[in-house]
């Protein structure tokens, strides 16, 4: 998939089981990858968007969420099978934005995207070769 091909694509995306589904509202243009203790768990592919702007259905019926360091974001993960689809802001202020986790999506919409390298473990920049 090219990226104007994945622009025209629907860019839905899903937990495992379904139970989860996300849209988004456009082709992100990067997604980043982060080495923070808990996104080096996760293996996250985090595109940002505007707090408010991605569809998810079944959210928050079938989510539980993790809130941890500082408490200004909530990790979400679907219930039933546990896959990570999103993060967003505990308190959504006008400019907020959340995440969302490429990985539930398909792999030419992962393909079509460029992925930059953040240390959030260190230094807090981008470590892209």
Not at 9 to 38: D, F, I, K, Y
Not at 70 to 86: E, M, P, Q
């Amino acid at each position: 998939m090219t990226k104007e091909s994945a622009n025209q694509a629907n860019l839905h995306g899903s937990c495992h089981c379904g139970a989860v589904s996300l849209t988004l509202p456009s082709m992100p243009e990067t997604a980043v990858r982060c080495n923070c203790s808990l996104c080096r768990r996760l293996g996250g592919l985090w595109a940002y968007f505007p707090f408010g702007s991605v569809i998810i259905s079944g959210h928050p019926a079938q989510t539980a969420d993790y809130v941890w360091g500082d408490k200004t974001l909530r990790t979400i993960r679907c219930k039933i099978c546990g896959c990570v689809t999103h993060w967003e802001p505990i308190n959504g202020e006008p400019g907020a934005r959340h995440g969302v986790n490429l990985n539930n999506f398909s792999l030419q919409l992962r393909e079509a995207v460029k992925i930059r390298h953040f240390d959030g473990a260190d230094t807090w920049t981008y470590i892209d070769s």
